[in-house]
Every structure is written in C-alpha cells, then in structure tokens.
C-alpha cells in the first residue's frame, strides 16, 4: 500500500512562498501520475498540478500557473509543489495523491476522482 505523507504548509502574507513536500513510501512500485490538489472549507476538492515522471510536461490550474512549480525527486520518492506569489485565494489544505495513468495524457488529464492513495492534507493560510 502506498502511503504519502505531505509536510510543508504554513502561515505566510500574500506575496510569500512556501514549498510543499509529499513524501512516498510503500507499495511494490511507485506511481508515475503524481498530483498536488487542494480544498477549502464548504468548497470541492480542485485539482492545482500534475505530473508524469520523465515529462517535462506538467498540468497546471490555470489559477496557479506561472505560480506554482510541481516537481518529483524519484531518487528520494518526493514529490514537491514550489508556491510563488501566494494569495489569500490560495488558502486550503493541500493533498498529494497518486494517478492510475501510465501515459502521459491520461495522466495529467485525470479528474480528481482518478486518484488515490490520498495523503492527510498540510494546510496553508495566506493572509492579506
């Protein structure tokens, strides 16, 4: 069983930063389809970032991009989301999870309910 663990949240004013890590461990091999995601109270769950190891081409949200940097580290099984500019829009707790897809595409096209494997969420709180 696969087991992520996601550290890295924080308080920070609009306009900081903040570097999510999740943390994979578990299972007889690792997904390729790594995704950040985020909720806030009384809201659904939104999908922020995707990745496909070995592409250089990641999905992104269009309210984080040019914001928000996905990146994996298979050598240490981490999985990071670099946050820039954050706003207080960005407030939630974010989630790390892990896609079925074994392509590309499909990867970072799958909707949230194509994940699993959930971690328990890090909270971030942008304040204004």
């Known amino acids: 069983q696969v087991q992520l663990v996601e550290s890295g949240g924080g308080s920070v004013q609009a306009g900081g930063s903040l570097r999510l890590s999740c943390a994979v461990s578990g299972g007889s091999s690792s997904s390729k389809c790594m995704g950040w995601f985020r909720q806030a109270p009384g809201k659904e769950r939104e999908k922020v970032a995707v990745?496909?190891?070995?592409?250089?081409?990641?999905y992104y949200d269009d309210f984080v991009k040019d914001r928000f940097i996905i990146s994996l580290d298979n050598a240490n099984n981490t999985v990071y989301l670099q946050m820039n500019n954050l706003k207080p829009e960005d407030s939630a707790m974010y989630y790390c999870?892990?896609?079925?897809?074994?392509?590309?595409?499909?990867?970072?096209?799958?909707?949230?309910?194509?994940?699993?494997?959930w971690g328990q969420g890090t909270q971030v709180t942008v304040s204004s």
């Open positions: 999870a892990a896609g079925r897809s074994r392509l590309w595409y499909p990867c970072i096209s799958s909707p949230v309910s194509d994940f699993g494997n």
């Open positions: 990745v496909y190891s070995g592409d250089s081409r990641p």
